[in-house]
């Protein structure tokens, strides 16, 4: 049998127990409500969120062998270091021939100048050998009316005037021939000379594109490339990630948007730091929408078994540079 005199105490700690748990949760729920009320409601959290940052992809612009590979994964970079090298000799050949053909171009150019006072100079003569013609021939009509001159020697002479005036036809021609490669133009505009310095300018760029510098600041990824390989143009080389350009993808239920505006600060913690370390932002971004209406297959709501689901809108948080 029990003793009624000993469960009569303890059910009177029991009850205070109850009680004084009941006031702690009390305390408690009231003051959550008033965080809340003052402080809490103007805040929303979400832990779906990551960090991003462009990756820059480093590609070649000519085709080649490769000879020399100046960073490996993790290596930080500056902008302008030389990451690969190419065998430079099939360029420095091609070099070559643009800046020879340039300078044959030139040449040709000069002498079609020099070429016209030629042709004017023969234009004159055929001109005065025409004058000299019709002259003979004046005479020789005048002669003919006396008798002191055949009219066989006058065939001679008119026959002369039709060759004369051939001749000059003919020189005026080249002339004008010659002369349509030079108006309006110099030697160092004219097309033909401006076509060979441009084969140079591509040639010399092919030349200097076998060195493949580092385009941004950052950390060497996804280093693929490996010497002696022949690559080509648009070839993934490497990757360069700029830490100075991450981002934090943080997505929110719909629900939690309501007053969410660009330009609002924001208060981050990372999994690697937890709770000690506190980054500082601003929001910078709207998503147009959800991950899943950007998806390979997206949802057809209009097919009547629809489900309402929350959905999550992403929204960009840029990181202040301290």
Excluded: C
């Excluded at 085709?63 to 270091?81: E, L, M, N, P």
């Amino acid at each position: 049998m029990e003793n009624t005199n000993d469960t009569a105490p303890n059910n009177g700690k029991r009850k205070k127990a109850m009680l004084t748990a009941g006031a702690i949760f009390a305390v408690l729920g009231v003051a959550y409500g008033v965080y809340w009320a003052l402080h809490g409601r103007f805040y929303q959290s979400t832990d779906d969120a990551y960090v991003a940052g462009n990756v820059v992809q480093v590609t070649p612009q000519v085709a080649g062998t490769v000879v020399s590979i100046g960073a490996d994964d993790t290596d930080f970079v500056r902008a302008g270091d030389n990451l690969v090298l190419l065998d430079k000799s099939d360029a420095k050949v091609a070099l070559e021939q643009a800046e020879a053909a340039l300078g044959q171009t030139v040449r040709q150019v000069r002498s079609m100048f020099v070429t016209n006072a030629a042709l004017a100079a023969n234009v004159e003569l055929a001109q005065s050998q025409l004058a000299k013609a019709e002259a003979d021939l004046n005479r020789r009509r005048d002669l003919t009316r006396t008798g002191a001159v055949s009219y066989e020697e006058l065939n001679h002479a008119e026959t002369a005037v039709k060759s004369a005036k051939a001749d000059l036809l003919a020189a005026q021609q080249k002339l004008s021939t010659n002369q349509a490669f030079t108006n309006n133009t110099r030697v160092d505009n004219h097309p033909a000379v401006l076509q060979a310095a441009a084969k140079v300018h591509e040639a010399y760029l092919a030349y200097q594109r076998a060195a493949i510098p580092a385009p941004i600041n950052g950390l060497v990824a996804k280093r693929s490339v490996q010497v002696g390989q022949r690559v080509a143009p648009g070839n993934p080389l490497m990757a360069i990630v700029p830490l100075d350009q991450v981002w934090v993808d943080a997505n929110f239920k719909e629900g939690q948007l309501a007053d969410m505006r660009i330009g609002q600060p924001v208060t981050l913690e990372a999994d690697i730091y937890g709770g000690k370390v506190e980054y500082h932002g601003r929001i910078v971004g709207l998503a147009a929408g959800t991950g899943s209406a950007f998806s390979l297959l997206p949802a057809q709501n209009a097919t009547g078994n629809w489900i309402k689901v929350v959905q999550r809108v992403p929204l960009k948080v840029q990181l202040d540079p301290e």
